[in-house]
């Protein structure tokens, strides 16, 4: 078969060396920052603060109340009042967990579900009540402590996190969880698959920092749902404590992003927490002053909410690293899902010209075969088309020939280049049916 636009293959390797020097390889870890507000939901009836996502009806909502102590869902560490909503509290292991209604630890715990397979099966630990699509919101201020680079934490999908490593102790902590750095404002995520100190960790790196939050009250939400294929994570700061939100990074969990260990939970190493768990959890450590108000927990219906990047942009141009002489790269923007891109080799891409520079937050990607098979892909977008920046990476659900929606904060561009690095298949060929970028307005 001819392929005029195939790299040969050593043409092809150099390439990969050359994107390897460059830092343009598969990387799980995925951020830019978000510099205008975003849209809201509506109000928090009981504390007033905006919400991203609107509450689940019927779903499972915590709200700290005016006396913590007498609160029965809420463990751990001790809040003194101050009279003005705020709370004191001076641990420098801070651990604060918030049970579901239906939860009680004492009772319950030693019959949780843990056995992973079960838990993708089940969808929670206890029962429907999890914490499962939640968004977590809390207002903090770091007062005083010995700052070795930890950060405010906030996590959900599991139960109490203890245990050495063995099961069923260990299992039990599950959690994604999104990290607010003390020293510079900077965000990440990370997954727990299981609890043994760090072992059970799939890191992510930190993003988006600025000036240091401490002697700040700075609002930060973590917020969490299952999407087609994994799962969704996403963080917003009000920076200047005056009700703007802005969304910092997201990340979506659709394979690939792996412990260094063994998993002792059934699981594999990049098992997706799909599942709700009894417990979500506010912790810190390394400050032994933080005040802290309007903490909440609530069940989200992500559905609910407008596609924050709903304007589809019409491109200017398409080309690609690499295409079969019937597979161009125009048919991947003809409307037309019957046809498709193909390129071959580790790290084919399709490059989208905007014409101009636009406010993108995403791109649609229906993937040839795509009900049978996932791709591993990277998006980046440049305003030039020389220099490219990491927007969005992930793996494709493999269960859907319609187009996947991959989103990220929005940054202004012209050129959206979407890299292809591996599928299941096998078979060293990217193929996109359609693609198109999204734009906020």
């Known amino acids: 078969m001819r392929r005029p636009g195939t790299l040969p293959l050593l043409t092809a390797l150099a390439a990969a060396g050359a994107m390897l020097l460059t830092g343009f390889t598969p990387d799980?870890?995925?951020s830019v920052p978000a510099a205008s507000p975003v849209a809201v939901a509506g109000t928090d009836p009981v504390d007033g603060?905006?919400?991203?996502?609107?509450?689940?009806?019927?779903?499972?909502?915590?709200?700290?109340?005016?006396?913590p102590s007498s609160d029965p869902r809420l463990d751990g560490t001790?809040?003194?009042?101050?009279?003005?909503?705020?709370?004191?509290?001076?641990?420098?292991?801070?651990?604060?967990?918030?049970?579901?209604?239906?939860?009680?630890?004492?009772?319950?715990?030693?019959?949780?579900?843990?056995?992973?397979?079960?838990l993708r099966t089940d969808g929670h630990m206890h029962d429907r009540n999890d914490w499962r699509d939640v968004e977590i919101t809390g207002y903090v201020r770091y007062v005083e402590g010995e700052d070795d680079g930890d950060a405010f934490t906030w996590y959900a999908r599991g139960g109490?996190?203890?245990?050495?490593?063995?099961?069923?102790?260990?299992?039990?902590?599950?959690?994604y969880k999104g990290n607010l750095r003390y020293a510079d404002g900077a965000v990440k995520f990370e997954k727990e698959i299981y609890h043994h100190g760090g072992d059970g960790y799939a890191d992510g790196s930190y993003v988006n920092g600025g000036a240091s939050i401490k002697g700040k009250t700075v609002g930060f939400k973590t917020v969490m749902y299952n999407i087609p294929g994994g799962v969704r994570l996403e963080a917003y700061l009000d920076r200047e404590n005056d009700g703007t939100w802005t969304r910092v990074t997201t990340r979506d969990d659709t394979g690939g992003w792996s412990?260094?260990?063994?998993?002792?939970?059934?699981?594999?190493?990049?098992?997706?927490?799909?599942?709700?768990?009894?417990?979500?959890?506010?912790?810190w450590d390394d400050a032994t002053e933080v005040d802290v108000t309007k903490l909440s927990v609530r069940e989200i219906d992500p559905a609910g909410q407008a596609d924050p990047c709903p304007m589809k942009l019409a491109p200017a141009g398409v080309t690609a690293s690499t295409w079969e002489e019937i597979n161009p790269p125009?048919?991947?923007?003809?409307?037309?899902?019957?046809?498709?891109?193909?390129?071959?080799?580790?790290?084919?891409?399709?490059?989208l010209d905007l014409g101009a520079s636009r406010p993108v937050c995403g791109v649609d990607v229906a993937w040839h075969q795509g009900d049978g098979?996932?791709?591993?892909?990277?998006?980046?977008?440049?305003?030039?088309?020389a220099t490219y920046t990491k927007a969005a990476e992930g793996r494709s659900s493999g269960s859907t020939l319609s187009p996947e929606p991959y989103r990220f904060p929005p940054r202004q561009a012209r050129f959206v280049r979407i890299s292809w690095w591996n599928s299941s298949a096998g078979n060293g060929w990217a193929s996109i049916a359609e693609a198109a970028a999204l734009a906020t307005s």
């Open 160 to 175: 109490r996190h203890t245990g050495e490593g063995r099961a069923p102790e260990a299992c039990w902590g599950t959690a």
């Open 78 to 118: 001790s809040l003194e009042p101050n009279g003005d909503g705020t709370f004191t509290v001076r641990n420098v292991k801070t651990r604060l967990g918030v049970s579901t209604t239906t939860y009680d630890e004492d009772e319950h715990e030693d019959d949780l579900t843990w056995y992973q397979p079960d």
């Open 259 to 283: 412990i260094d260990t063994g998993n002792p939970c059934g699981g594999t190493r990049t098992e997706q927490v799909t599942w709700g768990g009894p417990k979500a959890a506010f912790r």
């Open 49 to 67: 603060v905006a919400m991203i996502y609107p509450t689940k009806a019927g779903g499972q909502v915590w709200h700290l109340s005016a006396d």
């Open 28 to 30: 799980p870890r995925a």
């Open 373 to 385: 098979r996932w791709n591993d892909y990277t998006v980046y977008t440049s305003p030039d088309g």
């Open 330 to 351: 125009s048919n991947a923007i003809d409307g037309n899902l019957a046809t498709r891109w193909s390129g071959s080799g580790y790290g084919a891409h399709l490059v």
